[in-house]
Nanobody
């Protein structure tokens, strides 16, 4: 069993900052990737940032250098600066077991940026 739990969302003014946390627990492979995906008005979830156990990172194009992802074992963090109203959405955390190609999703945490 694998559990993925997000926290840290909230309501901020444009230009402000938030720090999101995702903690994964359970039977987790030593080779994995964890990341953040934003769900806006639609059903699709867009990559915000991801990080592998080896340290490699990837960012969505809309981030534009404003966010930084980091991890401590099976806990990841997303430091979000210079937030824009278009960043608003539900931020879901995903753990990927790379070898077994299995995804585990958290329930998400709401981020709202007001103009």
């Amino acid at each position: 069993q694998v559990d993925v739990v997000e926290s840290g969302g909230g309501l901020v003014q444009a230009g402000g900052s938030l720090r999101l946390t995702c903690a994964a627990s359970g039977s987790i492979s030593s080779v994995n990737s964890m990341g953040w995906y934003r769900q806006g008005s639609g059903r699709e979830r867009d990559l915000v940032a991801s990080i592998r156990t080896g340290g490699d990172t990837a960012y969505g194009d809309f981030v534009q250098g404003r966010f930084t992802i980091s991890r401590d074992k099976n806990t990841i963090y997303l430091q979000m600066n210079s937030l824009k109203p278009s960043d608003t959405g539900v931020y879901h955390c995903k753990l990927v077991n790379i070898l077994r190609r299995r995804d585990y999703w958290g329930r998400g945490t709401q981020v709202t940026v007001s103009a």
